[in-house]
């Protein structure tokens, strides 16, 4: 596997300091996956062969976040300046990236990077929104499973080669569809990932694929080959840590993180408008203003369930009543 950033020289200081992180270049590589077995079984079958479709595993694909990893005019790294704007009342989850990031500057890794971060809260308090805020700043790409009552394994390890069905584990399928190597993954209340071991061993994978040396080297039975799953950025969450297992728990910077108060509605109430403007891929001034009342609504039923997914789907029910039938593109 490739991994360029390692070739860079290292060079000493009068003093014989190390100041190689000041030649890493700004945007570093990795190829995941050095060659996908051959499918035999697609020839001639008019279907692209599963070397075809996960092609992207065996190129050099970018460890994303660069370009927001440098200092903004406070001195703050500029994701996390970010991240306290849109979401201020997840500083104990924010304060923990902030550390690791710290490292990776120092260090000369400018790419987002963290050990496996689960945060502990109740539901809708917004873990899997705060997971899309880093994704979208960074470029890195996201993907969220919800393991709730999952007691089949193939959800994340795939299907292996030979079934119709074949599917690389779920980071590969997250890596391959970002095109990067650290996307940001959201296992959604991990606490009630059930096994019965008839389809595998959930916890056994899972731990593999947290844990950097096994992830490093971590054998896809889809591709037939191994792939380097060791840069994903993992945030898990859950409603009670303490029904998570003790070896789980020692892998995890756990985090108890609250849900937004009413003192939070404006910034959220900008920065989902925002992201429903990108999403759609329209200015942010293109989406429709809501008039004060319907704003009005919006704040007193949050301040009554407190939940970002609830505000974000009545925030988008709400524009898209606002769309005028009659109107085209708006750009």
């Not at 963290?114 to 880093?134: E, N, Q, T």
Request: with cysteine; aromatic share 6%; glycine share 8%.
């Amino acid at each position: 596997m490739t991994e360029n950033y390692y070739s860079v020289m290292r060079r000493y200081d009068e003093d014989g300091e190390p100041t190689f992180r000041y030649c890493i270049p700004s945007t570093a590589y990795i190829r995941p996956c050095a060659k996908i077995a051959g499918d035999a079984a697609s020839d001639g079958a008019g279907l692209n062969s599963i070397a075809d479709r996960y092609a992207a595993l065996t190129t050099e694909l970018p460890l994303a976040g660069a370009a927001i990893m440098g200092n903004d005019a406070s001195g703050e790294i500029a994701l996390i300046a970010r991240l306290r704007a849109a979401a201020p009342w997840l500083e104990p989850a924010i304060a923990s990236i902030e550390r690791h990031l710290l490292i990776q500057n120092w260090a000369g890794r400018p790419w987002i990077a963290w050990r496996p971060l689960c945060l502990v809260g109740p539901p809708g308090c917004g873990k899997s929104y705060f997971a899309r805020l880093i994704a979208e700043a960074t470029d890195a790409g996201s993907g969220v499973l919800d393991l709730a009552g999952t007691s089949d394994n193939r959800t994340l390890e795939g299907t292996a080669r030979g079934w119709t069905s074949a599917q690389p584990c779920w980071p590969a399928l997250m890596m391959s569809q970002a095109r990067t190597v650290n996307p940001v993954l959201v296992l959604e209340e991990v606490e009630k990932f059930a096994g019965d071991g008839q389809n595998g061993n959930p916890l056994a994978t899972l731990l593999t694929m947290i844990e950097a040396e096994t992830a490093k080297h971590y054998w896809d039975r889809c591709l037939l080959a191994e792939i380097d799953l060791s840069h994903i950025c993992w945030i898990l969450t859950c409603n009670d840590s303490a029904m998570l297992p003790a070896v789980l728990r020692a892998r995890l910077d756990i985090i108890t993180v609250e849900g937004p108060g009413i003192e939070h509605f404006d910034v959220l109430y900008t920065t989902i408008g925002s992201n429903l403007a990108k999403r759609w891929g329209v200015p942010a001034a293109a989406i429709p203003a809501l008039p004060p009342r319907a704003i009005r609504v919006l704040r007193a039923t949050f301040a009554q369930k407190r939940s970002v997914r609830s505000l974000r789907q009545n925030i988008e029910q709400l524009m898209a009543a606002a769309i005028p039938r009659d109107r085209g593109p708006t750009h």
